[in-house]
């Protein structure tokens, strides 16, 4: 089963947008006290997009230091480029998850990969790159959805398409805690969890529809119908649908275990 995705135009910053703006927890705030316990020799950010959280890397360099971005969108490391493209200290890749990362053995002491990883063909392998190219003291940082997240989003596009949930979606949902943790406990030394419950709140139809017309959901069931405005807006309840749960999983693991060692 393909588990992938090509962003398409701007919808991966209408979502951004969405969540700064009327989310009630601040992701971003969260990423930058992680990163700020220390300063960083190299950083490897999975999945970076435009480049939401590039800055906040950059801001936490030793001396000397670098960031790495991987992506397979070439259009969104363009955006990227654009906005951070005077740093020194950042190189941007366009590169697969999915493939063997262009690094040497032990080069980073951070890897992050923000709602981005669950999005790989294959755990084991991702991971295990992860692991190659990390320091033996070396952090990872995993954020991704749970099978919980966002269940009035899914209840609104029944409505509109008659189509529930399907298992390509429902397993995308719920990587993070099934396939990508059970890895990293194998391969770490060190391991913690934690779940963040937040909300989005969106002040009107107009919002809401903007945030879901930029969904993988939207374009997997409700775009190739060709419905109208008219149509999303008589199935979206103002009493149900203006407020999304948001569920967030995140990894956090240090010290990973040599290969030879973890079976032995």
């Known amino acids: 089963m393909d588990l992938s995705f090509q962003e398409k135009d701007n919808r991966l910053a209408n979502r951004i947008r969405a969540n700064k703006r009327f989310g009630t927890f601040d992701l971003t705030a969260w990423i930058e006290k992680f990163v700020s316990v220390r300063r960083w020799k190299a950083v490897l950010d999975i999945g970076c997009g435009d480049g939401n959280h590039l800055g906040i890397y950059l801001r936490h360099l030793q001396p000397g230091g670098r960031v790495i971005g991987i992506d397979r969108d070439s259009t969104l490391l363009d955006t990227a480029r654009a906005d951070l493209g005077g740093a020194r200290e950042l190189t941007l890749v366009e590169q697969s998850m999915d493939d063997e990362f262009p690094f040497e053995n032990c080069t980073f002491d951070l890897v992050t990969s923000i709602f981005a990883i669950y999005n790989a063909q294959d755990p084991v392998t991702t991971i295990g790159e992860i692991t190659r190219v990390l320091r033996t003291d070396g ?28 298992d390509r979606t429902r397993i995308r949902a719920a990587r993070l805690t099934d396939e990508f943790l059970p890895i990293v406990q194998e391969r770490f030394d060190y391991v913690r969890t934690d779940t963040i419950d937040a909300s989005l709140i969106f002040p009107d139809r107009e919002e809401f529809l903007r945030y879901y017309t930029s969904t993988l959901l939207f374009e997997e069931t409700a775009e190739g119908m060709k419905l109208s405005r008219a149509d999303m807006e008589s199935a979206c309840s103002v009493e149900h649908d203006l407020r999304l749960t948001k569920s967030m999983f995140m990894i956090e693991a240090h010290s990973p275990i040599p290969t030879e060692q973890i079976h032995s």
Request: charged content about 25%; aromatic content about 8%.
């Open 139 to 166: 952090h990872l940082l995993l954020i991704g959805p749970t099978a919980e997240n966002a269940p009035e989003l899914y209840d609104y596009n029944e409505r509109l398409t008659g189509q529930r949930i399907d």
